[in-house]
């Protein structure tokens, strides 16, 4: 087997930019321990040592200071820990977009000793399990030192397989391929994808997702997936797809116009799929239907590589519209027209959506 790793992002940069996340993701931890801005404790000393250690750690201690520090977000932390809403509303957007919101549960911070805004958010290894819901907290595993590796980090990405198999990548997908003399086998571990499959009746063609297995001999069709849901949609030709989940396995024949959702639960959704519209996928544009807002903001967070914090009382609404995910603040805003909610922009590429 032979493969091409290839990435849609300069390499000095993609490295640049995971070590600033790291170093970011250490401070955070840092600060959210008891006695960390306590002089002469161990955890203090310890913390100044790790800030010692070059520019970019105290860079990144001085930024996550600031956010803990800002006032704004403070209140916004207070609001949620005022207490439940009592009154549901239903929010219609010139048919866009149609929100049928459950009852907010009350939200309290867990832990006491440090200011509101370090506690509730940062709440060590735990990090924001208290009072709000992180999308796209479900990281696919890494797969980058694979041969056939190949993901669309900034830009989408086309590439030519051995057989002649056409893929093209969405912004945001990662994936990797391997051969052997059984089968020809592409692995998604997020984002979206669309395959123009070479034909070759002695070697099927397989894609995976943790969800799905889609089987193919020839075909164009495009499979989208992540650590929650998997869909495939056939623009031409037929291919077979098994739900992985749970037993017994459900197989499902999909051909030219048919689509369907495999969820995490196992749950097997036929729809229709128009292949005329195949290569909007690729810029980002989706239609959900009796999507969850958590549903969509984990697509918009994936494709537009932003993430993406919700106040748990807006998870559940219901989402019916076509949104260009990989647009954040164009989807983001969209949203918080139609429902009257307020986005935040966070530090580090965050963005939080709260009532």
């Not at 930024?63 to 403070?74: G, P, Y």
């Not at 999909?254 to 995490?264: E, F, K, P």
């Not at 036929?270 to 290569?279: Q, S």
Request: proline share 5%; glycine share 8%; net charge negative.
């Amino acid at each position: 087997m032979t493969g091409t790793h290839y990435t849609g992002q300069n390499p000095e940069t993609a490295a640049k930019d995971d070590l600033q996340d790291r170093l970011v993701d250490q401070a955070m931890e840092w600060l959210a321990r008891d006695g960390v801005d306590i002089a002469g404790t161990e955890t203090h000393e310890a913390f100044q040592k790790w800030c010692g250690q070059s520019t970019a750690h105290e860079q990144a201690a001085r930024s996550v200071r600031a956010f803990l520090d800002d006032r704004d977000f403070d209140d916004i932390l207070r609001k949620f820990d005022a207490g439940p809403e009592t009154t549901t509303r239903t929010y219609t957007a010139s048919g866009v977009l149609k929100i049928s919101p459950p009852t907010r549960r009350s939200l309290r911070p867990v832990t006491a000793g440090m200011p509101l805004a370090r506690k509730a958010f940062w709440g060590g290894v735990a990090l924001c399990a208290a009072i709000l819901v992180a999308v796209l907290t479900l990281r696919p595993a890494d797969h980058s030192d694979h041969p056939g590796y190949i993901a669309a980090n900034t830009t989408p990405v086309s590439q030519i397989l051995p057989d002649g198999s056409e893929l093209q990548l969405a912004r945001g997908t990662r994936l990797y391929w391997e051969f052997s003399k059984q089968e020809r086998h592409i692995v998604l571990d997020q984002g979206a994808v669309v395959i123009s499959a070479a034909p070759n009746k002695d070697r099927e063609l397989v894609v995976t997702t943790p969800q799905s297995r889609v089987v193919v001999v020839g075909t164009r069709f495009v499979v989208i997936g992540d650590a929650e849901t998997s869909e495939v949609g056939v623009a031409e030709g037929t291919v077979r797809v098994v739900q992985k989940q749970s037993p017994p396995a459900r197989e499902v024949t999909l051909h030219a116009g048919d689509g369907v959702t495999v969820s995490g639960n196992g749950d097997v959704r036929r729809r229709d799929f128009d292949g005329e519209n195949i290569t909007q996928i690729l810029d980002g544009w989706r239609v959900f239907s009796s999507a969850k807002l958590s549903d969509v903001a984990h697509a918009i967070s994936r494709q537009s590589g932003t993430e993406i914090w919700l106040d748990p009382g807006l998870a559940d609404l219901e989402i019916r519209g076509r949104f260009n995910v990989a647009d954040v603040k164009a989807s983001l805003d969209l949203i918080s027209r139609t429902t009257g909610t307020r986005i935040v922009e966070l530090p580090f590429d965050h963005y939080l959506l709260a009532r």
